[in-house]
């Protein structure tokens, strides 16, 4: 759900930078390749994300929920030379799709892919004592949304940005009766305003994107 006209998102993404070859190459393949492509990080979310990673200096990403790498791309254009993502998903046929476009990119050597639940991955990353993460981006299973949450702020850095997709959900979020995919991301929105520990804005791009900063 777009919650402005379609004409002024079109105008939004006329004057914003414009995605390199290779993704809008991938944006095509994924249409044309799998079963539900609105799964796919818009433009003006890439852009964004991208956006992010630049100006925070970051150097290290972590992305729940790869789908075929499109942000996983935007997010690792904005990476330095010697930048880290790693990005996590359960589908090998999607992952396949993103594995081939990672190659073709001279930014697919920054990328590394972890095969596999996404709180799994998390609670591993946390009993292994990883490195703290500059950025966090999850867009995966929505029931899951808070669980995300609380093992993300455990592998953020201080000062560290996690940013959550979808998180009005088509304006679901407003309905009284609410599935378990609302009810997570309705949670999670919940949880983010009372935590001490973080500052958010919830931004109205696309399906709703949470900005969390870790402080």
Request: negative net charge.
């Amino acid at each position: 759900m777009n919650f402005i006209p379609k004409e002024i998102e079109n105008y939004a993404l006329k004057r914003s930078k414009k995605p390199s070859a290779l993704l809008d190459e991938l944006w095509a393949y994924t249409h044309a390749h799998t079963d539900a492509p609105q799964m796919l990080t818009g433009p003006l979310e890439g852009n964004f994300l991208h956006m992010l990673v630049s100006i925070s200096g970051a150097k290290r990403v972590l992305e729940i929920g790869t789908f075929t790498g499109y942000s996983a791309l935007w997010m690792a254009q904005a990476l330095p030379a010697d930048g880290k993502l790693i990005t996590c998903d359960v589908s090998e046929n999607n992952v396949s799709i993103a594995k081939q476009f990672f190659e073709k990119s001279e930014h697919g050597s920054k990328i590394t892919i972890q095969m596999g639940p996404g709180l799994k991955i998390l609670q591993k990353m946390i009993e292994s004592g990883e490195d703290p993460f500059d950025v966090i981006f999850v867009d995966a299973d929505k029931e899951n949304y808070p669980r995300y949450f609380q093992k993300s702020l455990e592998l953020i850095k201080n000062g560290g940005l996690m940013v959550f997709d979808n998180t009005l959900w088509s304006g679901r979020v407003l309905d009284e009766e609410q599935d378990a995919e609302t009810k997570g991301i309705d949670r999670l929105n919940i949880m983010i305003e009372n935590e001490k520990r973080v500052q958010n804005v919830l931004l109205t791009i696309r399906d709703g994107m949470q900005l969390v900063r870790k402080v």
